[in-house]
C-alpha cells in the first residue's frame, strides 16, 4: 500500500532528512536492541518507540489538507506492522473483513476521497467491531484486528509523542486503547502481552527487531517525494 502526499516544503525536507536525524536513529536503535534483550519479556518500551517515531519528524495535525511527509512516513510504518502479522489474523479469521476494512479506510485517507469526519467515525466503528470480535472470539489474533484499526488511527491523527516530552525509559500503560499499532502487532506475533507468563518472548523479540530494520528501511526512504 503507497502513502502518496504532496511534495512537502524545503524546510520539512530538510528536518525530514536531516542526516543528523539518521544518526540519532543509528544510536537510538542500537539502544533499542539493548533495550529488548534486557527486558524479561524482549519488550520494546514506549519511550524508545516514540523516540524513533520523533525522529521521522513533527507530527501531523487533525484535519489537515495535505499529510505530511513525516506523517506519511509513520503511516507506512504503521501499515507494514500489520501486514508483517497479517498472516496471524487470516489463519484464524478468514473470513472477517475488518482488516480489509480498516485498511481500506485508512488508504482513503490517505488519497483524500474519505473526509477526516467521516475518517474518525469509521475509525469509532472498527473500534468497537473489533472489541465485539475479542468479546466473542477469545484468541490473540484479534490483536492484528485492534493494530489495523490503530494503523488507520494513525493516519487520522499520528502517533502520540511530544518532542519536548520524549522519556526513552517511558513504559507501556495498561490501557488497550491506548496501545499503537506496533504495541498490538508484537502482542499477535507473542501470542500475548508481555505480562503474560505464557507468551512467546522470543518471538516478541523478532517483532521488535524487523520493526527496527523497517524503521531504518522507511527512514532512509525519505525523499521529500512521499514515495
Known amino acids: 500500500m503507497g502513502v502518496h502526499t504532496k511534495r512537502s516544503s524545503a524546510a520539512e525536507t530538510d528536518q525530514a532528512t536531516n542526516p543528523m536525524n539518521k544518526g540519532n536513529f543509528a544510536v537510538l536503535a542500537e539502544s533499542a536492541r539493548l533495550d529488548i534483550e534486557s527486558d524479561p519479556a524482549y519488550n520494546l518500551c514506549l ?47 478468514a473470513g472477517e473483513t475488518l482488516v480489509n476494512d480498516a485498511l481500506g479506510a485508512l488508504e482513503d485517507i490517505v488519497t483524500g476521497s474519505l473526509s477526516y469526519a467521516r475518517g474518525t467515525t469509521t475509525f ?21 484486528g485492534f493494530a489495523s484499526v490503530r494503523a488507520l488511527g494513525t493516519a487520522l491523527f499520528d502517533e502520540t509523542f511530544a518532542v519536548a516530552d520524549l522519556d526513552p525509559s517511558r513504559p507501556d500503560g495498561s490501557d488497550p486503547e491506548e496501545f499503537d499499532t506496533a504495541y498490538w502487532c508484537a502482542t499477535a506475533q507473542a501470542e500475548g502481552l508481555p505480562d503474560d507468563p505464557m507468551s512467546n518472548k522470543e518471538k516478541r523479540q523478532a517483532f521488535w527487531f524487523w520493526w527496527l530494520n523497517e524503521s531504518k528501511r522507511i527512514l532512509e526512504g525519505m525523499d521529500g517525494t512521499g514515495n
Open 47 to 93: 519511550g524508545l518507540r516514540q523516540s524513533i517515531w520523533a525522529i521521522f519528524g513533527p507530527r501531523g495535525r487533525g484535519a489537515q489538507v495535505h499529510i505530511t511527509l513525516p506523517h506519511a512516513s509513520r503511516i507506512k510504518l504503521a501499515v507494514a506492522c500489520v501486514v508483517h502479522v497479517r498472516p496471524i489474523w487470516d489463519a484464524k479469521f
Open 124 to 144: 469509532d466503528d472498527l473500534w468497537a467491531r473489533a472489541l465485539r470480535l475479542s468479546e466473542e472470539q477469545q484468541a490473540v489474533q484479534v490483536a492484528v
